[in-house]
């Protein structure tokens, strides 16, 4: 297969287990190119988890993950390097360095995967900062100084730094107001639409699911319950997912009175 034809991320047969308890049992799914994709889940059925052995930050106890092509979990130090060049991570916390300001968390990994002058690194980092819809008086900010929704653009920022293919959200909307989650939600869309990005994300933000995301992985009892377009996936008959969608819709509309 020539490698643009390959999946961008091929997930297989990923088992997990933490002592006695098995998170996952055998998860597999595959993204391609300019995917926008929500991975939900119960509360423990492992999204965080899968997400940190797709990164090569978790091993998983059995099972592959491929990146671009790469095994993650059988890959060089050398191998993993470029591998890591080619996808940007956003954790929940949005994890910047407290004691650098924004454009300085942004520079890290220009400075550390490219050779590009002082100059350069800080034209790039003025570019990501707009992408991700900050004003360029952000820029020498602490993160500290920041709003909740500004911190995640940066985190965002710091992400797309390198011009990734792949990017990945671990609850990018969580602990925002909703005028500025469905700002957050417009960016990321943007970030697929304009620059071709894929994105997986984990989310519980139903405006997220139904807003604009393109396709769904359901994790459930340790494997992956359904997969496919949210339009398809919200009429699955499976308890768990009807369950989820309707209380969702009841939390979001208020219960229905039947008046
Ligand atoms: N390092 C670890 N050691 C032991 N157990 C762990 C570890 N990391 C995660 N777990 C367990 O694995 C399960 C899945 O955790 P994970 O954080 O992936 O869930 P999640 O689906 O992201 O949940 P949520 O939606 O609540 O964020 C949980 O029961 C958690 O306690």
């Known amino acids: 297969m020539r490698d643009h034809d390959a999946p961008l991320l091929a997930v297989d047969g990923i088992v997990t287990r933490f002592g006695t308890q098995t998170v996952h049992r055998g998860v597999g799914f595959t993204a391609g190119r300019g995917e926008l994709i929500a991975l939900i889940g119960g509360s423990g059925t492992g999204k965080s988890v899968l997400l940190r052995e797709i990164v090569g930050l978790q091993r998983p106890t059995a099972g592959?993950?491929?990146?671009?092509?790469?095994?993650?979990?059988?890959?060089?130090?050398?191998?993993?390097?470029?591998?890591?060049?080619?996808?940007g991570m956003m954790f929940q916390d949005g994890a910047l360095f407290s004691s650098?300001?924004?454009?300085q968390n942004v520079a890290v990994p220009l400075r550390e995967h490219t050779t590009l002058p002082a100059d350069a690194v800080d034209a790039l980092v003025a570019?990501?900062?707009?992408?991700?819809g900050l004003p360029a008086d952000a820029a020498h900010k602490a993160p500290s100084a920041l709003s909740g929704g500004m911190r995640k653009r940066a985190a965002?920022?710091?992400?797309?730094?390198?011009?990734?293919?792949?990017?990945?959200?671990?609850?990018?909307?969580s602990g925002l107001d909703p005028i500025t989650a469905r700002g957050f939600d417009r960016l990321v869309r943007?970030?697929?639409d304009d620059l071709g990005l894929t994105v997986l994300l984990v989310t519980h933000?139903?405006?997220?699911?139904?807003?604009?995301?393109?396709?769904?992985i359901v994790l459930a009892d340790g494997v992956v319950a359904a997969d496919g377009p949210v339009a398809q996936v919200i009429r699955t008959d499976d308890a768990w997912i009807r369950d989820y969608f309707s209380v969702r819709r009841m939390v979001?509309?208020?219960?229905?009175d039947g008046s």
């Open 205 to 216: 933000d139903l405006d997220t699911l139904l807003g604009v995301v393109d396709r769904l």
């Open 252 to 256: 979001r509309e208020g219960p229905d």
């Open 64 to 87: 592959t993950v491929r990146l671009f092509g790469t095994e993650v979990w059988a890959a060089s130090a050398a191998e993993l390097d470029r591998v890591r060049r080619r996808f």
């Open 156 to 173: 965002i920022a710091r992400a797309i730094a390198l011009e990734p293919e792949l990017l990945f959200l671990d609850e990018p909307t």
């Open 100 to 103: 650098l300001t924004v454009a």
């Open 127 to 132: 570019l990501r900062l707009a992408q991700a």
């Open 190 to 192: 943007n970030l697929v």
